[in-house]
């Protein structure tokens, strides 16, 4: 199947995913501080209306204005539903690839992969959930309010899947095979864009509450296993699935004051430990990868060859 290979032979000039990426940034960007705008506006509207300056230097962010997490979860998710279309179309119209082969290498997706690697990682956060919950019961608040719970259940596997989607599809997907074209280095395409994948994330309200360098580790690890898993499995399914069930899981089940998934989930988490949530991924991590070695008969050799098939012909730039 080769996902990193088979391109190799299109288009691929260098400007073109510049283009491409940065379009797609601005396009999230502008729908993001639209949909933003129109929350902060509602929101200040239903107050009295007051939109003084002090009013605003108050406001650190959309929660601070009392708008239902559901809400807010929807104006942020928005955004990346349309950066996934963007990028389908342009990734579509300028390179003439398709979506199958930008996921791995063909005109196919394999469902059943994405399904499994869903099922897998989410029993597994089940499993660490249910640790902590017997080891530190103090620490978990039960909240479940149905009619809260019920819109959000609605939401997270609606708009969930198409944000962990885009954000496979533009990492593990697009930007690794374009650092396969230029590099043939199948470690650099897992370093680049796991590392990249971590350092976007460094908005999120957890690495304000708890520090840059105690929580970023956890994206970068998360970014780097992804890209591991996509490289060892010759494509982005897996990865797909496991992502939309951390992201579905942590917005059903867990929640925290300091997450960027706030959410009515069914328990509050009142302290979070950064530290020991990544040595939990690490294992985590460990689990799932020896897992789908034996499950798929993996070849750790492979990350050593260089991404160059037999005979191909290309222009770069």
């Known amino acids: 199947m080769q996902y990193l290979e088979n391109i190799l032979g299109k ?141 959000l259940l609605i939401i997270a596997l609606l708009f969930i899947p198409l944000q962990t989607t885009f954000e496979e599809y533009m990492f593990r997907g697009y930007l690794a095979q ?11 395409v897992i370093l680049i864009p796991g590392i990249l994948f971590g350092l976007l994330h460094y908005t999120n309200t957890e690495v304000a509450e708890h520090g840059f360098w105690v929580t970023m580790p956890q994206y970068i690890i998360f970014g780097l296993f992804f890209g591991l898993i996509a490289v060892l499995d010759d494509g982005i399914e897996l990865p797909v699935g496991m992502h939309a069930a951390n992201n579905i899981f942590v917005c059903l089940f867990v929640t925290n004051d300091a997450s960027s998934l706030r959410t009515p989930a069914i328990l509050r988490q009142l302290e979070v430990s950064p530290q020991t949530e990544t040595v939990s991924l690490l294992i985590a991590a460990a689990l799932t990868v020896t897992y789908f070695y034996y499950r798929y008969k993996w070849n750790f050799n492979i990350l050593n060859e260089k991404v160059k098939p037999s005979n191909y012909a290309e222009q770069i730039f």
Request: glycine share 8%; charged share 15%; net charge neutral.
């Open 178 to 188: 374009g650092i396969a074209t230029w590099t043939k280095n199948r470690w650099l």
């Open 11 to 151: 288009d691929n000039s260098f400007w073109k995913y510049i283009v491409v990426i940065l379009v797609t940034i601005i396009a999230i960007s502008l729908i993001g501080g639209m949909f933003t705008g129109i929350a902060l506006v509602v929101a200040l509207l239903s107050r009295g209306g007051d939109f003084s300056p002090e009013t605003f230097s108050n406001i650190k962010n959309l929660y601070d204005l009392g708008l239902s997490e559901n809400f807010i979860l929807v104006v942020n998710l928005i955004p990346f539903v349309v950066g996934l279309i963007a990028l389908w179309l342009l990734v579509t119209g300028m390179h003439k690839r398709t979506f199958a082969e930008t996921v791995n290498g063909t005109e196919n997706i394999r469902w059943g992969r994405v399904f499994t690697g869903f099922a897998f990682w989410f029993l597994l956060m089940l499993v660490f959930l249910s640790i902590n919950c017997i080891s530190d019961p103090d620490n978990f608040v039960v909240q479940f309010d149905s009619s809260k719970f019920i819109p």
